[in-house]
């Protein structure tokens, strides 16, 4: 367990790659093979039966963030994503909300949706009355082919109907299968139920289906955050913002988005970079929670931001995300990468709710270290220190010598890797 542990770790940025692996050794109930996993990643090997075609590896860095609190216990987070900033920008982020108290979050049971599509009914209402009736039976049907998923507590939950007026070739019939999937995202186990049941679904519909597949708006699976900072933690003495300032003007930007989808759409890209780079990490279909994600965005009939900043009575700054969250910690991906297992040793995660529930504080995270940053110094203040910075290191600076390179590119504005060779070579003849 993590719990005794604490995830704010002083400068862990500042750290070489080896410290930083001994500081995630020293965290971790069994380092055993950290480095070598690292080092490897997946195989060609491992990978060649994973998909069609295989010729070789694709690699991407993987980070850890810090200081994430989260229903009292602290987590490091692993983060597989190419983007700079996204990493420093969620444990900056964390870091505030720990100021207050930490992450709030719950889930939803694990319940997804299996559609099957009925069409040329010839009467729908009494369709729908025979599905009733046959409800249990047809749970029963699922169940009984459900194998480990039932061992371990799931199964059918229901049978839901729902009516699509449809003027093309007629209303559409489409039954909804509710199935709860424990630790397993679940996909292959509800599209081999769906398949399972639609005959006797035709027998008495007397219609004719036609697909038969789960939904990504996995709606009934869903994770919330919750997160409070302290508006004096959010001063910025430089740009002379007072907290109540910078909180005014995060509502200000949250508001923004919850109005007008072409913000929107950035305020949640926003959020999905902390969320899929989670995802990535522990070996999760991102394209089925980025679909889910946006999906749910626009359930209102028009598309809004996954998050909500508000001031609390006391001044403070208060946000909260919900959205589906369809991921597992057990089959797929996540059993057969390495990296993705390790990743889960990281979290210190069995359960997949678990897992929903830091995923979703991560995007709120990561939402309000962006809209912190745009409503004060703008965004690319940040990213050009920390390209810089990467610059520098690129450029043979020594530990002592970044600072120092890093202030001359920034204050010369002149934030490119020839420049940085220059300072570089002049540091060490000054030296
Ligand atoms: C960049 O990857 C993400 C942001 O554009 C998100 C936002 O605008 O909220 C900074």
Redesign the pocket.
């Known amino acids: 367990m993590t719990t005794d542990k604490n995830s704010q770790i002083s400068k862990f940025y500042k750290r070489s790659l080896k410290e930083r692996r001994e500081i995630l050794k020293s965290w971790m109930n069994d380092p055993a093979e950290l480095d070598q996993t690292l080092d490897q990643g997946l195989t060609t090997a491992q990978a060649d039966p994973m998909i069609e075609n295989v010729i070789g590896i694709y690699s991407l860095p993987f980070g850890i963030a810090t200081n994430f609190l989260i229903n009292g216990k602290d987590y490091l987070i692993p983060m597989v994503i190419e ?1 700079p900033s996204v990493v420093a920008a969620a444990s900056n982020a964390a870091k505030l909300i720990r100021a207050g108290g930490g992450f709030t979050t719950r889930s939803d049971e694990p319940i997804m949706i299996g559609q099957i599509q009925i069409l040329d009914v010839p009467d729908i209402n009494k369709a729908i009355e025979r599905i009733k009736t046959a409800e249990k039976q047809l749970m029963a049907m699922v169940d009984a082919i459900a194998g480990s998923i039932v061992k371990r507590g799931g199964g059918a939950r229901g049978i839901e109907t729902r009516v699509i007026p449809n003027t093309l070739n007629g209303d559409l019939l489409i039954v909804h299968l509710l199935y709860d999937t424990r630790d397993a995202m679940g996909a292959n186990a509800i599209n081999t139920a769906v398949e399972h049941i639609a005959p006797e679904i035709e027998t008495l519909t007397s219609g004719r289906v036609n697909l038969k597949i789960l939904s990504n708006l996995s709606d009934r699976r869903k994770a919330y955050a919750e997160g409070i900072v302290p508006a004096g933690e959010l001063a910025q003495e430089k740009e002379n913002l007072t907290g109540v300032q910078v909180v005014d003007s995060i509502v200000e930007a949250s508001v923004f988005a919850e109005c007008d989808p072409y913000r929107a759409t ?2 949640n ?2 959020i999905m ?1 902390g969320i899929d780079a989670v995802v990535m990490a522990t070996g999760n279909d991102w394209r089925a929670i980025e679909a889910g994600a946006h999906a749910y965005a626009a359930r209102h009939g028009h598309y809004t931001s996954l998050t909500q900043w508000r001031k609390t009575e006391n001044g403070d700054l208060q946000g909260r995300i919900e959205l589906p969250m369809a991921i597992g910690t057990v089959g797929g991906a996540t059993r057969v990468h390495p990296t993705a297992q390790l990743a889960m040793k990281i979290l210190g995660i069995d359960a997949a709710r678990e897992l929903s529930e830091v995923i979703a504080a991560v995007g709120l995270a990561q ?1 309000l270290a ?2 912190r ?2 409503a004060t110094t703008g ?1 690319q203040h940040g990213h050009m220190r920390m390209h810089a910075r990467q610059l520098a290191i690129a450029a043979g600076a020594s530990p002592e010598m970044i600072g120092r390179v890093v202030e001359a590119m920034i204050k010369a504005n002149n934030i490119r890797l020839e420049y940085a060779k220059t300072l570089v070579a002049q540091g060490e003849q000054s030296g």
């Open positions: 983007e950035t305020h890209k926003g970079n939402n962006a809209i940053a745009l965004i």
